[in-house]
């Protein structure tokens, strides 16, 4: 349902407000000095983070970013390439962080929904060391957000994982929404994560969580990738009171069922509505991409509409209105949004 003031928020799933469990569980939070690995609760995040998509150990970090731009660091070296889909979050929306960083660059393959296939990394890889930089890591993005939410089959990644691993590409998996396309897939997260070196999830997308993110993987590199958390600022102290709430919304993960049942709803809708608005076979998870230029009006009557009707939205970017459902909008909230609408 909307906020306490009566705002529907359909911006981002990143705009949850945490639950009064995980409100109480800050307040009660058993804590200690994570940077000496002290912090209890923090520690029983992160065994159950690495658990949960079968990998041997975790390390908490603030941010989706912090947690990409450790696995690239990790993995490569001062001018090296990254491989990657064109629309990838680590390539796109991280700010430049892995040149910056870690001294590298990107090699990019235009794969639809951030479907790489063994033809990408075989063509990327054929010039890669002679003439071209050396490409050491290959980055899924899985399920896929500027794509609208696409999820990458588990059958097509181990296809290109098998593919890179044939020319020693190191993998990392930006599994910021990972249980979002597990529950769309049918699939067990651990499937999905079992063919990369690395896993970094978001506690404070779709899961719910105020903030936080993980970098799963192997133990020797989650202890490089500790070490260089510090680094980077993110060597956390009595960091327990954040992990509490994390570790609600992990154990919570199956809710996120109904988050994409209520995109699907919102998708139909601007559908019958607004025919070749929404591509429907593309609405796979929370996340409900709409061709704005086939909704017939100005935009920004629409979002003068929205605003007095009490509905966040973002602006469109490229010609696409992206809108996200989370736990904090429901029916009622969709409903509302669309008779505001011309």
């Not at 680590?90 to 960083?101: D, H, P």
């Not at 102290?237 to 995109?263: C, M, N, S, T, Y």
């Not at 929404?278 to 003068?304: R, S």
């Amino acid at each position: 349902m909307a906020f306490s003031d009566g705002i529907a928020d359909f911006r981002s799933d990143t705009v949850t407000r945490p639950t009064a469990a995980m409100r109480k569980a800050m307040a009660e939070a058993e804590v200690g000095d994570d940077v000496y690995s002290d912090d209890p609760t923090v520690n029983l995040l992160e065994e159950e983070s690495a658990e949960a998509v079968g990998k041997e150990a975790a390390v908490f970090v603030p941010s989706g970013t912090m947690g990409n731009q450790l696995a690239v660091m990790t993995q490569t070296r001062p001018g090296d390439e990254v491989l990657c889909d064109e629309g990838a979050h680590v390539r796109n929306v991280e700010r430049g962080a892995a040149s910056a960083l870690s001294g590298v660059a990107f090699r990019t393959v235009p794969a639809e929904g951030g479907r790489i296939t063994p033809g990408d990394v075989e063509a990327a890889m054929a010039l890669a060391g002679r003439f071209f930089p050396a490409i050491r890591l290959m980055v899924w993005e899985n399920s896929h957000n500027l794509s609208g939410g696409r999820v990458v089959p588990k059958e097509l990644m181990e296809a290109t994982n098998e593919a890179a691993r044939r020319h020693g590409l190191s993998i990392h998996l930006d599994g910021a929404r990972i249980f979002n396309a597990a529950l769309a897939l049918g699939v067990p997260a651990t499937e999905l994560a079992a063919g990369a070196d690395t896993v970094q999830f978001c506690f404070s997308k779709g899961l719910g969580a105020p903030i936080g993110s993980v970098l799963c993987g192997p133990a020797d590199l989650i202890a490089e990738a500790r070490h260089l958390r510090k680094r980077l600022g993110g060597g956390m102290r009595q960091v327990g009171v954040i992990a509490a709430p994390a570790r609600i919304a992990l154990a919570e993960r199956a809710r996120l069922v109904e988050d994409h049942a209520l995109a699907r709803s919102l998708a139909e809708a601007f559908a019958a509505r607004y025919p070749g608005s929404v591509d429907l076979d593309t609405v796979e998870t929370n996340i409900v991409n709409v061709d704005v230029a086939k909704l017939g009006v100005p935009y920004p009557e629409i979002a003068d509409r929205l605003a007095a009707a009490g509905v966040l939205v973002n602006a469109p970017f490229g010609g696409i209105w992206r809108l996200v459902t989370h736990r904090d909008v429901d029916q009622a909230d969709v409903d509302r949004l669309l008779a505001a609408l011309p």
